[in-house]
């Protein structure tokens, strides 16, 4: 995840988004890793959802990346409501 994150930051060429990917990416690791062990699934899900995102870049359809990148975004939330965790509260920087 954060492989793929950094790779579209630092193909967009865009300095805040590079600046603002870091943290983003520290946030989004450690939820996963507090979902991951209730959800064996997850890991593929992410996956595919990372597949959808980057073939509609490569084929420049900015609108199909919108909408899996919402979808994948909403996607985390369920994951967090399947595995019992509340997305209000504190996760730890460190997995």
């Known amino acids: 995840t954060i492989a793929f994150q950094s790779l579209v930051a630092e193909a ?6 590079l600046l603002a990917r870091a943290p983003v990416s520290l946030l989004m690791r450690a939820g996963y890793a507090a979902i991951a062990p ?6 593929a899900r992410l996956l595919e959802a990372h597949r959808h995102v980057l073939d509609a870049l490569v084929r ?6 919108v909408a899996w990148t919402r979808r994948h975004l909403a996607d985390h939330r369920r994951g967090f409501e399947a595995a019992g965790l509340n997305m209000d509260s504190p996760i730890s920087a460190t997995p």
């Open 12 to 17: 967009t060429h865009n300095p805040a988004l």
């Open 38 to 43: 209730a959800l064996p699934q997850s890991g």
């Open 60 to 65: 420049r359809v900015a609108d199909t990346a």
